[in-house]
């Protein structure tokens, strides 16, 4: 079963200059931040969508290499957070909305999926590798990070996530953080390593 907003809202829920979930503090949560945007095969992105943004601690990494982001959660006091959190921040848009129920019209070049699929149950994130699909652009990048640890009321562990997504969205993965404590994977339509694209090799 689907989390319901109003669990994150439930954490979430504290006075807006808290960072319920520490992603400001822990360096766990900094260090994964920066592998994140270091696995980025390209340096610039036009339009990027960050789902289950909650705060916005990866929201104002993803922004400063990107002209555009929007940023969607369906905590209503996580969006409110992350108003305070990116005050300086221009080019991100800050949605309330549930997702994959609620999709932001347009197209992608970067979406970003960081956590958010452990809170879908099997259906809603066939329907979130679907909406993903048809929004990614042709030559666009699909990060996927999950928590490898168990999540009470949880249905799908990390690499199935990452694997529905990879086989409905029609994508092959161009590389792999395989970590103790959680899973990143880089997918794209076009798998080419960024040194060919390069020319290097």
Known sequence: MKFPAEYFDAVDGAPVHHDPWHLHERWYEERKRALIMASLPRHHYINALDIGCGVGALTVQIAKRCDRV???????????LARYYMTERRNVSL????????????????????????????????TLADRISESLAVKGTLIACHWRHSVEG???????????????????????????????????????????REGII
């Open 70 to 80: 929007t940023a969607v959660d369906e905590s209503a006091a996580a969006i409110a």
């Open 154 to 196: 949880g249905e799908l562990d990390a690499g199935s996530i990452h694997a529905v997504l990879a086989r409905r969205a029609g994508l092959a993965r161009l590389s792999r953080v395989d970590d103790e404590d959680f899973l990143l994977d880089v997918l794209e339509r076009d798998p080419q390593s960024v040194a060919s």
């Open 95 to 126: 949605v309330h909305a549930a997702i994959p129920e609620q999709w932001p019209s347009g197209s992608f070049d970067l979406i970003v999926l960081s956590d958010a699929g452990r809170r879908l149950d099997r259906s809603a994130l066939s």
